[in-house]
């Protein structure tokens, strides 16, 4: 199994948020998520959670995060980032069927919460706030637009 984060859980928000920045590479690509990061699990479909997994299951909380960060960023394109989901999962003992059937939704509905509305520039905001200072901060690769109006 891979290195996993440190998350601790939020019952004001029902998310997890990330208590130190999580690092991690793939495929060459360095991927930083910055602590106060929050997410909630795998967006995975109570119909769903017999054959695959339930949003928190352990399995599945870190590639969860780094997807949903990089959907929140845009460090890499969508495709590139269903595609490091599918490897974290493989590379984290989810089975090939499985982590399939999770990349195969994930491409088929992820166009739908890849562009940030509102609701996310404004969290990025937060978050980009309260991480601003520190020395990595340019690691983090928040959109431009989010260090703009922040």
Same mark, same amino acid.
């Not at 460090?75 to 059937?101: G, H, I, K, P, S």
């Given at each position: 199994? @891979?290195?996993?984060?440190?998350?601790?859980?939020?019952?004001?928000? $029902?998310?997890?948020? @990330?208590? !130190?920045?999580?690092?991690?590479?793939? &495929?060459? %690509? =360095?991927?930083?998520?910055?602590?106060?990061?929050?997410? &909630?699990?795998?967006?995975?479909?109570?119909?769903? !959670?017999?054959?695959?997994?339930?949003?928190?299951?352990?399995?599945?909380?870190?590639?969860?995060?780094?997807?949903?960060?990089?959907?929140?960023?845009?460090?890499? =394109?969508?495709?590139?980032?269903? &595609?490091?989901?599918?490897?974290?999962?493989?590379? $984290?003992?989810?089975?090939? #069927?499985?982590? $399939?059937?999770? !990349?195969?939704? %994930?491409?088929?509905?992820?166009?739908?919460? !890849? =562009?940030?509305?509102?609701?996310?520039?404004?969290? #990025?905001?937060?978050?980009?706030?309260?991480?601003?200072?520190?020395?990595?901060?340019?690691?983090?690769?928040?959109?431009?637009?989010? %260090? $703009?109006?922040?």
């Amino acid at each position: 199994m @891979l290195k996993q984060p440190k998350l601790q859980p939020s019952a004001l928000t $029902n998310k997890y948020e @990330l208590t !130190w920045d999580f690092e991690i590479q793939v &495929d060459g %690509v =360095d991927i930083v998520v910055p602590k106060y990061f929050r997410y &909630d699990g795998a967006s995975i479909p109570a119909v769903a !959670w017999q054959i695959t997994f339930t949003p928190f299951h352990p399995d599945i909380m870190m590639p969860a995060l780094v997807h949903d960060w990089l959907f929140y960023n845009h460090q890499v =394109d969508r495709e590139q980032a269903d &595609d490091f989901l599918y490897q974290l999962l493989r590379q $984290n003992r989810v089975d090939n #069927l499985r982590a $399939n059937m999770i !990349w195969g939704a %994930v491409r088929a509905g992820g166009h739908f919460f !890849w =562009d940030n509305d509102e609701e996310d520039k404004e969290f #990025l905001r937060k978050l980009y706030r309260l991480v601003k200072n520190r020395p990595n901060i340019n690691r983090y690769h928040f959109p431009q637009e989010i %260090v $703009n109006t922040a």
